[in-house]
């Protein structure tokens, strides 16, 4: 039980990545408080609790200040404080050159991907600071390391992701607070049909990416879920301002 004891936020998690984080964190002994804009976060809480977890779950956009706010004040009063935020929600692109991509398009992806990830940060310092310290953990992407043409609106917001959480490292370390972000490469998600280019046959755009990839295989979301226990664990007590690559090598 390596997070026994340890009360959690995550967003985006009632699919995907988020969701594995959730039911990773419960079974190591975390409580875990789930948000999301998607309703169906409701029915992992539910079945997390089934299960002899503690968990909750609020409906939030992390777009919305007002939303994450509440959200995470609903957390802290129910397990009576927090130890980690898991800043993980995020949107896709669909792959398309740069000149043909709306602005509306990438304002949503800023907001969601990056402001998103802003707020949830901004929301965490003081109730972790009030816990003596935390752990912070922002879902980047290799998309920040080693970007593919046809996304450059949402390379650049996980690029953003992972300076944010470098200098949230720094800023924060002097309050015991670590900042760490996880970059996987694509995973086998829901997400990700939605960075296939308009038209593309799905099955021949999956192969596309599984090829790029040295493991031959899609990130799962018990990979990333392994991850993050790691960093947001007392494991990694002197670990902030990393981004963890797990990417079945793409980055090398
Ligand atoms: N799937 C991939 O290929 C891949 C690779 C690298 C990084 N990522 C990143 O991992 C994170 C999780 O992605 P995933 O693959 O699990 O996708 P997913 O679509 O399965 O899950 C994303 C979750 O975020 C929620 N969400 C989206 N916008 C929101 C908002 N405004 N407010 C609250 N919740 C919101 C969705 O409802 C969904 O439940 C994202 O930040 C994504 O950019 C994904």
Sequence with gaps: MRLQGKAAVITGAASGFGAGMAERFAAEGAAVWLVDRDPGGAALAAAIRAGGGRAGFSQADVSAEADIGAAFGAAASAFGGLDIVCNNAGIPQATMPLE???????????????????????AAIPLLRARGGGAILNTSSTAAIRPRPGLAAYNATKAAVSSLTRTLALEAAPHRIRVNCVCPVAGDTPMLTGFFAPGRDPDEARAAFIATIPLGRLSTPADVAAAAVYLCSDEAAMVTGAALEVDGGRDV
């Design 100 to 122: 043909e991509t709306d602005p509306a398009t990438f304002d949503r992806l800023f907001a969601i991907n990056v402001r998103g990830v802003f707020l949830g940060c901004r």
